[in-house]
């Protein structure tokens, strides 16, 4: 298994890739759109960070882009193209960030899920085949070939454990026996 990266690590790597894609945009000028890379900082920030990362790499994403698209010389239209065009990039970004984190978490719970399982199918035990009986004792034959307890034997290859009673028809019969009680 692969070592994990520690966080502080994957802040630095995927402000340091913000980075490049915003001087890369910026030196493009604006008619090369560099929107879908953007998505990349914020995937890692979310993947390997949490939640909180994804929405703040988020934020400097969208703000990366705006300082990006003001440094090329772009010139919004209207101060309300410049607001839309903020907005659209920010609820972009923010559910990629929020979709990866999701994504991350529901295939930890799998896993988590998947070897709860796996442990409980390795404890059950299951009895098959066929169990050689006394038709007298109910006592079983062993793998060894000596006669055991119908409940010893059950106790060692199962997880049952056993409590001893009367039915009402046996208990009411040991107390005839034992002239308690009319037959």
Request: proline share 3%.
């Amino acid at each position: 298994m692969t070592k994990q990266l520690p966080k502080w690590l994957w802040v630095i790597i995927s402000f340091s890739i913000l980075l490049i894609i915003g001087f890369a945009d910026s030196i493009t000028e604006f008619e090369l759109n560099f929107y879908v890379f953007y998505f990349l900082p914020i995937a890692l920030a979310a993947w390997f960070i949490g939640e909180t990362s994804g929405v703040a790499f988020a934020i400097l994403a969208t703000i990366t882009w705006y300082c990006a698209d003001l440094a090329s010389g772009h010139l919004f239209t209207s101060p309300f193209v410049a607001i839309w065009d903020t907005i659209i990039h920010i609820i972009s970004f923010l559910i990629i960030g929020k979709a990866i984190f999701y994504v991350r978490s529901s295939l930890e719970l799998a896993n988590t899920t998947a070897a709860n399982l796996k442990r409980a199918l390795s404890e059950i035990k299951v009895l098959e085949g066929f169990l050689p009986i006394c038709m007298q004792c109910k006592k079983i034959r062993n793998e060894s070939g000596s006669w055991e307890r119908l409940e010893t034997y059950i106790g060692k290859h199962s997880a049952a454990q056993f409590s001893h009673g009367y039915c009402p028809e046996c208990g009411k019969q040991v107390l005839a026996d034992a002239g308690l009680m009319k037959a």
